[in-house]
């Protein structure tokens, strides 16, 4: 998956990780695939299949996560500005760094301390905008439709399955 601007990332590690998830993403097609949605046969399935789709699909959840993310953003134009305006004082930051170093009582303080200078300053202004709602929505939203699919998604037909049908081990009792 190629996304529209190449992400600059100062952490190797982070840059690694966001890589290794754009590569693993699995079809979208395969992924939202409503022939493939089937209950499994018994408890012991499901616990199989869930884990199977959740390591299967991770990036694609990820995605989702991310999608509704921005959902919460688009649709909440006063969370918006905040978060953008958090993200325009951080940019201001790193300009004002470029061109010369900020000195508070003398000591040199470092573009890091002055990035969580700025989430501390930011957080009443999101609070205030309702960011511990979109974030509690976001995540119940994101664990529901991530349980649902990896429940009902028959991974079995892609992957394969090294147990027999449910069908055949009933016939053998």
Known sequence: MQL?????????AAREWINRRRENVRPWLIFVNTQKFK????????????AKNVEYFQSNYMFVFIGLILYCLITSPLLLIAVAASFGACYILSLKNAEKKII??????????????????????????GAGAVLFWVLGASF????????????????????EPFDLQMEQV
């Open 104 to 129: 508070v009582g003398g000591h040199e303080i470092s573009l890091a301390h002055q990035y969580a200078a700025v989430g501390i300053f930011s957080l009443p202004i999101l609070y205030m905008a």
């Open 144 to 163: 529901f439709i991530i349980v649902i699919h990896a429940y009902l998604y028959n991974i079995e037909s892609i992957l394969g399955s090294d147990e």
């Open 4 to 12: 529209p601007m190449q992400l600059q990332l100062a952490s190797p």
């Open 39 to 50: 209950a499994p046969p018994n408890v012991q399935r499901w616990s199989k299949r869930l």
